[in-house]
């Protein structure tokens, strides 16, 4: 029997239990596939904490993508057959040695990815191209300013902002971070603990401030953002990793700006078409080279905690992706 770690009652990531589980006949329309890597997200984080806006009924198992391949598949099943290699998209189930769903949320891998980059892949980069380019309307020679750059949406975001023409400026919380987010194309890199961020804007910028803000944090980082933009700001809510900031109206107001959220999965499930879009563009960035994930960490399974931990702790670079 496959084993997958299970969400039995909600909490940190160690209430959560590696267990055997049932394996389920495949329906007409659905593929079986063996997991190689499973990513590792905020969302995961939450949700297990009974925090995050989707929760499942217990128990559950955790993780919302993963990559691997396809070892069965069931009766009207046209776009995979048995041995494709597969980016897996859900929205729970993903932390198991294999799983069963609709051939409908198989992805075709990029050739060139191993299954950890799969794995890590269209969770971030498709959170970053639908606020880059759905919400934030990024433009050919505007200023990005990315938070979080470190991070797996953050440097996606960096990447994507420098394909499409921006000058990216990336702030994060060390140098080896933002080594990264440099070798992944940001112009510039801010050290939260070395000047305020929104003065180091302002001086990059010659105090024309950032056209667009990507802000998977939150919290004060937010708060202070709206003090370092440009006329017509765009700045994009991703998320809130660092708390609920308070937005300060009379600073928007006086700026044209708009406060923009952001969430890449919902946006797909009301306009399926946006999603098709979305992957299709992914897909062929990646086969040229031009975007890839950055796994910092590949642990195996049984180690879930300490994976979630890299994440609640803020010491991955990039993805942490498990592997069964």
């Not at 107001?253 to 879009?277: Q, T, Y």
Request: proline share 5%.
């Amino acid at each position: 029997m496959p084993k997958a770690v299970v969400c039995r009652e909600l909490g940190p990531p160690e209430v959560l239990r590696l267990e055997e589980i049932e394996r389920k006949p495949l329906q007409a329309g659905e593929a079986r596939v063996a997991i190689r890597a499973a990513g590792i997200n905020f969302p995961d984080i939450l949700m297990c904490a009974g925090e995050y806006q989707l929760k499942p009924e217990l128990p559950f198992i955790p993780g919302v993508e993963a990559a691997g391949d396809v070892i069965e598949i069931g009766e009207g099943v046209t776009n995979a057959k048995v041995g494709d290699r597969v980016i897996v998209k859900l929205r729970f189930g993903a932390y198991a040695e294999e799983v069963a769903v609709a051939a409908s949320q198989l992805t075709p891998m990029p050739p060139n990815f191993d299954y950890a980059e799969a794995a890590t892949f269209l969770a971030g980069h498709g959170t970053a191209w639908h606020g880059l380019v759905d919400r934030g309307h990024l433009q050919k020679g505007e200023v990005l300013l990315v938070h979080g750059a470190g991070g797996g949406v953050g440097l996606a975001a960096v990447e994507l902002g420098k394909y499409l023409g921006a000058t990216v400026i990336a702030a994060a919380s060390s140098e080896e971070k933002l080594e990264v987010a440099r070798a992944r194309g940001a112009d510039h890199g801010v050290l939260y603990s070395r000047e305020p961020f929104r003065d180091a804007v302002k001086r990059i910028t010659g105090g024309r401030g950032a056209d667009v803000v990507f802000d998977p944090v939150g919290g004060e980082i937010f708060e202070d953002s709206v003090r370092c933009i440009n006329w017509g700001a765009r700045l994009l809510i991703v998320g809130f990793t660092g708390g609920i900031g308070l937005a300060r109206t009379n600073l928007i107001l006086m700026k044209g700006a708009s406060v923009v959220g952001v969430r890449a999965g919902e946006a797909v499930r009301r306009d399926p078409a946006l999603g098709e879009r979305r992957i299709a563009g992914l897909l062929d960035l990646a086969a040229q080279g031009k975007i890839r994930p950055n796994v910092s960490h590949r642990l195996p399974l049984a180690q879930w905690a300490s994976g979630m931990r890299l994440l609640i702790e803020r010491r991955a670079i990039g993805r942490v992706a498990l592997l069964p």
